[in-house]
């Protein structure tokens, strides 16, 4: 807890985040920091709710969320207890580079499986794609849906955009071994040169929430990469967002 700020100062009244999941990401961080060891019982609603100066109707909820999330269990008539601290995913923070057979931020060795991959031809594609790939907005594109998942829980969601012109009849094709940088260059003979990567923080829609099993507008994290060809081209646009409350990025730096 930071000496210098009290628990209401935690809570952002104006957010569109509504207060109970502020309090419950607030707890989580606690128990993560061993504030709360397992098995300790948490303070009573009418502390939380002094602390925090909201509601018990407010702590509620954001205790039933940490239920939800198997941190904490809750005995009729004794309160809460903490039941296990959060578990992440660790991953080597790893940025994709040209040619390689990757997962954005992911290093190879790491346990990330992709699934459920879907390829779709759209005549119209995102505007977003379409400035991204240097397109115009109507420009006819390929669309890649997938997931990355470890340990039998989904992590990440993965997009992608390319220009049809570029790839035809991928969408029918599908991928060789569920690679695009190995479709790419060994049905089409492209091979990306150039990457360029971009890293944002966001909340989580309800569609991206409940895909990743989180709750709506739980932190995120969304890595964006452009795959150049040599002479500039750009042949993909990848987005990826992880689930902010479950993974965590590995970086080790060598002199």
């Not at 930071?2 to 935690?10: A, G, P």
């Not at 004794?78 to 995913?89: E, Q, T, W």
């Not at 940025?95 to 346990?111: C, D, I, M, N, W």
């Not at 879907?118 to 397109?135: C, D, H, I, N, Q």
């Amino acid at each position: 807890m930071l000496l210098s700020c009290s628990y209401r100062d935690l809570i952002d009244r104006s957010s569109p985040i509504p207060t109970y999941l502020q309090i419950a990401y607030s707890l989580v961080q606690k128990i993560s920091e061993e504030e709360w060891a397992v098995g300790e019982q948490l303070p009573s609603e009418n502390t939380l709710a002094e602390w925090y100066g909201a509601s018990r109707v407010t702590i509620r909820q954001a205790l039933a969320q940490l239920e939800t999330d198997g941190l904490i269990q809750r005995q009729r008539g004794k309160g809460g207890f903490v039941s296990g601290k959060p578990a992440y995913i660790v991953q080597d923070l790893q940025f994709p580079s040209p040619g390689e057979q990757r997962h954005p931020l992911v290093a190879p060795e790491s346990k990330v499986t992709s699934r459920d991959i879907r390829l779709t031809e759209l005549e119209t594609g995102s505007r977003r794609a379409a400035r991204m790939l240097r397109l115009p907005e109507h420009t006819p594109l390929v669309y890649l849906e997938r997931f990355f998942e470890s340990e039998g829980k989904i992590v990440g969601v993965n997009q992608a955009w390319f220009p049809r012109e570029l790839v035809p009849d991928l969408a029918r094709r599908g991928l060789l071994r569920d690679s695009i940088s190995s479709t790419l260059r060994e049905t089409y003979g492209l091979a990306a040169a150039e990457v360029e990567n971009f890293i944002e923080a966001e909340i989580l829609d309800a569609y991206t929430a409940k895909i990743l099993g989180s709750a709506y507008a739980s932190p995120a994290l969304r890595i964006q990469s452009v795959y150049y060809l040599k002479d500039g081209t750009p042949v993909e646009y990848a987005s990826t967002i992880w689930n902010g409350n479950h993974t965590q990025f590995h970086l080790r730096v060598m002199a």
